[in-house]
């Protein structure tokens, strides 16, 4: 429903998004992920031919967003980071312009209308004027406005942004009860979003996609996992390699001081260690009776899952080694948890 092929775009000099390439299946949610900056507002905005590519193509239900941007614009609703409402009109007044410059013929408007009302949960506030609405009511005329010509696919730039937690679940529910019958494209910089919406996710950082894939297939496809966080007592080096050959096990590391748990004593001797499984597999027990058979004091060992946090993280340092920069990754993280 959507593909989008080896897309750049330059602003001036400055590269804003570099070869991105994705595809989006129809009725599919993809969360699109990165961290400030990252490309996600370009890309959404090109998509819905807003803005034009410097290289690259992206189709929407088979149709150019640049030579058929017409077309287009019937195909999709767009919800921008700042949704675009007349504050002095009525909710109602709103979606009817709205259903009219999208090209809604005069007869269906008011059945177009009541759908999107319904659909977003704004029959209370039907009447009412843009301006006196809470923001999470804002959010869900803004979803209406982008689906009340009933468009096959949906673009929603940081949706939840601004909303109080129970407005987030409220808006998130609403996204969830589109997909099936929408496609739709979700940009966000919030780790727990695509975890709960979405059913792939295409990570962007520094203009460049990184990774698309399912949530879950993400976390066991690369070096983090899960496993076990270990508080021995012994030679770290001799430990760690005994550890290394058992069954299940895929990596064994140190875990430095500053990323132990703050609640966690730090003693003299001891050494604390992170074992990753293998994906599928609970080597659990093995590895306790291998430390105690050869030696090493077990004093704590705890299972630990991975998230997609780390899959975040992992994949958008690497990127950054690469690139040999800094990066406000961790600052964006913090910011999302
Ligand atoms: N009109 C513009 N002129 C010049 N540079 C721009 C313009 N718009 C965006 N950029 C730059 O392009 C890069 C990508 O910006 P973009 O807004 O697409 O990122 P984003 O992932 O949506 O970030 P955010 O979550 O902060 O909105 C950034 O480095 C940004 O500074």
């Not at 330059?10 to 961290?35: H, M």
């Not at 875990?255 to 609640?263: F, R, V």
Request: aromatic share 4%.
């Amino acid at each position: 429903m959507i593909e989008v092929e080896h897309l750049s775009k330059i602003y001036g000099s400055t590269p804003a998004i570099t070869d991105v390439t994705f595809n989006v299946e129809k009725g599919e949610i993809l969360g699109f992920l990165g961290p400030n900056g990252a490309g996600k507002t370009t890309t959404m905005r090109i998509l819905a031919g807003y803005l034009p590519a410097s290289s690259g193509t992206a189709r929407i239900a088979g149709f150019d967003v640049h030579e058929n941007s017409l077309a287009v614009r019937q195909k999709i609703g767009y919800l921008p980071e700042t949704p675009p409402l007349y504050p002095e009109m009525t909710v109602e007044g709103f979606l009817h312009f709205v259903a009219r410059i999208k090209g809604v013929p005069a007869g269906d408007r008011p059945a177009k209308v009541k759908a999107a009302i319904e659909r977003c949960n704004l029959q209370q506030k039907r009447r009412v004027i843009i301006r006196k609405l809470s923001k999470g009511y804002r959010q869900r005329v803004g979803i209406a406005q982008a689906i009340v010509h009933d468009p096959p696919a949906i673009i929603l730039d940081e949706p939840t942004v601004g909303l109080d937690p129970r407005q987030i679940i409220e808006v998130r529910n609403l996204i969830k009860s589109l997909a099936g019958t929408h496609t739709i494209i979700l940009s966000t910089h919030i780790l727990p979003e695509v975890s709960m919406t979405c059913n792939r996710v295409t990570i962007i950082n520094r203009g460049k996609v990184v990774a698309t894939d399912t949530p879950e297939h993400l976390l066991t496809q690369l070096t983090v996992g899960s496993g076990y966080e270990l508080e021995i007592e012994g030679e770290a080096s001799l430990a760690k390699q005994m550890l290394q050959n058992l069954p299940g096990v895929k990596l064994v590391e140190s875990i430095t001081a500053a990323a132990l748990p703050s609640h966690t004593p730090i003693q003299d001797g001891r050494i604390y260690l992170r074992v990753i499984s293998q994906p599928g597999t609970e080597p659990g027990k093995e590895i306790a009776a291998a430390l105690l058979r050869t030696g090493f004091s077990l004093y704590e060992m705890r299972r630990v899952s991975a998230t997609l946090e780390d899959v975040f993280l992992q994949l958008t340092t690497e990127e950054n080694i690469s690139g040999n920069e800094a990066d406000s990754t961790i600052t964006d993280e913090e910011e999302a948890a």
